[in-house]
């Protein structure tokens, strides 16, 4: 790994974009996206350092190592720390990956320029199978909207070089005293000994960049407050019942917490993410939501609540039985990850919760006063 430095990412952040294209021309998905099957990564860097001394003006320089086909290729990436809640709580603080423009023109990389990387959060039995349940939720609005990231699950093969000199080296304690007081005032580093670099098996996700997915369908990102209701309707009830459906209340629409807007044919639309305090992932460390620091009227991650606005039951009722059209195809992709999980109760219990949220969607009593008497007005 090589050292930190101040202006990493301004050089790294260029304009160039570039998908692959059909042979009518139509633009399609980016080449490292087109093919969904689980990736391999290796990475090496201090977990501590990236942490401590990464924002959005510094960064840490390192090497991607990933496989492709029957062979294992590098190139020279930046990473940084992002994210609030997961970089102040998490041991692995999820990252934003910069890639150069010349150096991964010909690899499977080619076109992408920024990453988000989703990491585990905690060194848990069950985190393994946390980011699989999550990149599954990405995987179901994949299925229920056309404007959604593009996400690719990886293994990773991490490696912490944990670079920092915090041990006292054996032979320290044979010194005198004196000495031994000389050596600590003077900060001289022999006294102490490199902590060996430590491997870890995670499962991770990668995400594209927002202004990659306004620009496969000719929109723009935006920054503004947009209120739900002036959003286009059928995305947003959309949106609203896909969270619903994964028991997520932690993100705003209007605010854009874990959600970006676009703009496009005249009309915003939501594109959420970040969906671990979900009641699918049903992370250890979840909570539910507070909206603008009131307390929601539930208490467990699992419990859900619909968080969409008041709406014309006939687009209300046109997103149900898309939803419901759609409930074959979302279970069968859950079924093929199946073999992925590393414990086949954390399967079971993201399926479980998946076709309990249909129990409701099926019973019209459930839907009416779950969904359509739970809409809010304000």
């Not at 000495?179 to 005032?185: A, Q, R």
Request: hydrophobic residues 35%.
């Amino acid at each position: 790994m090589k050292t930190c430095f101040s202006s990493v990412l301004a050089f790294w952040v260029f304009s160039f974009t570039m998908n692959t294209y059909s042979q009518d021309g139509k633009k399609t998905t980016s080449l490292l996206f087109q093919n969904q099957d689980i990736l391999s990564l290796k990475l090496e860097y201090s977990n501590k350092q990236v942490k401590r001394d990464t924002d959005k003006n510094n960064g840490i320089e390192t090497d991607l190592i990933y496989n492709f086909g029957d062979s294992w290729d590098t190139i020279p990436i930046a990473l940084r720390a992002r994210g609030n809640f997961r970089r102040a709580n998490c041991y692995f603080p999820p990252l934003k990956m910069y890639l150069k423009k010349d150096i991964v023109a010909k690899s499977l990389f080619k076109g992408q320029k920024k990453l988000k990387v989703v990491l585990p959060c905690l060194l848990q039995n069950r985190s393994n199978d946390d980011i699989l349940k999550e990149y599954l939720a990405y995987k179901i609005y994949e299925m229920v909207s056309k404007v959604h990231f593009k996400t690719r699950l990886v293994t990773m093969e991490y490696t912490d070089t944990r670079g920092e000199k915090s041990e006292i080296h054996p032979l320290a304690v044979f010194l005198p005293m004196d000495k031994l007081n000389e050596i600590y005032d003077n900060h001289d580093e022999e006294a102490f000994a490199t902590r060996k670099p430590k491997k870890h098996q995670l499962k991770a996700i990668l995400i594209e960049d927002d202004k990659k997915v306004a620009k496969r369908h000719g929109a723009k990102v935006m920054k503004r407050f947009v209120h739900p209701l002036n959003q286009a309707e059928v995305p947003s009830i959309t949106n609203a019942f896909f969270q619903f459906m994964i028991g997520n209340t932690d993100f705003s629409t209007a605010y854009q917490h874990n959600q970006k807007l676009i703009f496009m044919n005249g009309k915003t639309r939501p594109l959420p993410y970040d969906f671990d305090m979900s009641g699918l992932v049903d992370a250890s460390y979840a909570v539910v939501s507070n909206i603008q620091n009131k307390p929601l009227d539930i208490t467990d991650v699992k419990d859900r609540k619909y968080r969409g606005f008041k709406r014309d039951l006939t687009a209300l009722q046109k997103v149900r039985e898309m939803f419901l059209n759609k409930k074959p195809e979302i279970i069968t992709t859950l079924d093929g990850y199946k073999n992925h999980f590393e414990d086949s109760k954390n399967f079971q219990e993201a399926k479980n919760y998946i076709l309990s949220f249909y129990t409701i969607l099926e019973n019209n009593i459930e839907f009416t006063s779950q969904i359509v008497q739970e809409a809010r007005v304000k």
